[in-house]
């Protein structure tokens, strides 16, 4: 199963999300490859804060180069996006593709950390966690609501 998760530039929130849920994944015997890309930009590194934030959780973003969402992302299993715009961007653009927002999970879009302090981007961290069993029960049920 792939699975991909969606933000604005793919420097800050969705490798944070893509690294954090791959490690919950291996932790719970979930077989599943996890990317992510970004509405816009392309060719950037991970936000220093964003692999500072991964690195106080044991895991990194080392490597990662920012890329543009588009065919090859949208064949994925799953798309999640950081907003509901984002979400309804991909669906119009890509609709044979699953996308569906973290809101549905979280009640609201997920903040943006970008320009903010590296407080911004822990507390990003900390709704990641409290959506790693959510996600993982979402993409594993046998039927989902539409």
Excluded: W
């Amino acid at each position: 199963m792939k699975i991909v998760f969606v933000c604005t530039g793919n420097t800050c929130r969705s490798p944070m999300l893509a690294a954090m849920f791959s490690d919950y994944a291996r932790k719970v015997g979930f077989d599943c490859e996890t990317a992510s890309a970004g509405m816009q930009g392309g060719g950037k590194s991970v936000n220093p804060k964003t692999e500072h934030t991964l690195s106080e959780r044991g895991l990194s973003a080392e490597g990662h180069v920012s890329s543009v969402f588009g065919e090859r992302e949208a064949e994925a299993d799953f798309v999640f996006t950081m907003t509901d715009a984002q979400r309804d961007e991909l669906r119009s653009r890509f609709p044979s593709a699953t996308v569906e927002s973290l809101s549905r999970f979280f009640g609201a879009d997920i903040p943006d950390p970008y320009g903010g302090g590296q407080a911004d981007y822990d507390a990003v961290a900390d709704i990641f966690e409290g959506l790693m069993g959510k996600l993982h029960d979402f993409v594993t049920a046998p039927s989902r609501p539409c």
